[in-house]
């Protein structure tokens, strides 16, 4: 089944340790997006690619990274993480154009900072 | 920028019918769209609202009436499964990504 997989599920990282969650689908959709979701919180959008045009939020902080291969995988990258980064990273994708407000999420992984 | 309003918390009977309320402040609006989470899992698409009136998918339903920046989610004949948090979303300004309000958690009992 096309999907968006994420991975790994569960990630524990050191205060600072630099770390990459990953994310890739089959869905051939244009657009992937990453969310940050604290607990009993709201996604809240960090960066989003339509094809290989990168978005920046204004207010994701300059410690998170993000890279886009190809149209199939994403990555995230937290060059520096502080125990505040702990979270949920959600990734998801839609296709522009044929009615973009349906994402597909991924399980998404839980960060852990020690 | 844009905000989005809706209740933190709604408790409701097995069988009942419950409507979560969701109102907006957007610069450019593409429509209203509504996610499902349940605690632990991610987020999945229910339904999207572009124009006004009520959109219906089986048990849950969609209203959206631009004129007052306001829509709904109605949840018809509740189980136990419903049990979750609702957002309802709207493209950021840019129109090029999805904001999420800050849900509201439902919690259906027998």
């Known amino acids: 089944d096309a999907m968006v997989i994420q991975n790994p599920r569960y990630q524990v990282t050191q205060f600072g340790k630099p770390v990459t969650l990953s994310c890739s689908q089959t869905l051939n959709h244009n657009v992937m997006y990453w969310y940050q979701q604290k607990s009993s919180q709201a996604p809240k959008l960090l960066f989003h690619?339509?094809?290989?045009?990168?978005?920046n939020e204004a207010d994701t902080p300059d410690n998170f990274q993000s890279r886009r291969p190809n149209t199939s995988f994403c990555f995230l990258d937290i060059r520096s993480p502080g125990l505040g980064d702990a979270a949920m990273y959600l990734c998801?994708?839609?296709?522009?154009?044929?009615?973009?407000?349906?994402?597909?999420f991924g399980s998404g992984t839980q960060l852990s900072v020690l | 920028g844009q905000s989005l309003e809706q209740p933190s918390e709604v408790t409701a009977v097995e069988g009942a019918i419950v409507q979560i309320n969701c109102t907006y402040q957007?610069?450019?609006?593409?429509?209203l769209s509504w996610y499902q989470q349940h605690d632990g899992g991610a987020p999945t698409f229910l339904s999207y609202?572009?124009?006004?009136g009520l959109e219906e998918t089986g048990r849950f339903s969609s209203f959206l009436s631009r004129s007052d920046s306001y829509g709904y989610l109605l949840l018809q004949e509740l189980q136990m499964k419903d049990s979750a948090s609702y957002f309802c979303?709207?493209?950021?300004?840019?129109?090029?990504?999805?904001?999420f309000g800050k849900g509201t958690t439902l919690s259906v009992s027998s």
């Open positions: 609202n572009a124009l006004d």
């Open positions: 690619y339509y094809d290989k045009d990168f978005n």
């Open positions: 998801a994708t839609s296709r522009r154009g044929q009615g973009g407000e349906k994402l597909f």
């Open positions: 979303a709207v493209r950021d300004q840019a129109g090029t990504a999805l904001i």
């Open positions: 957007t610069s450019g609006f593409y429509g």
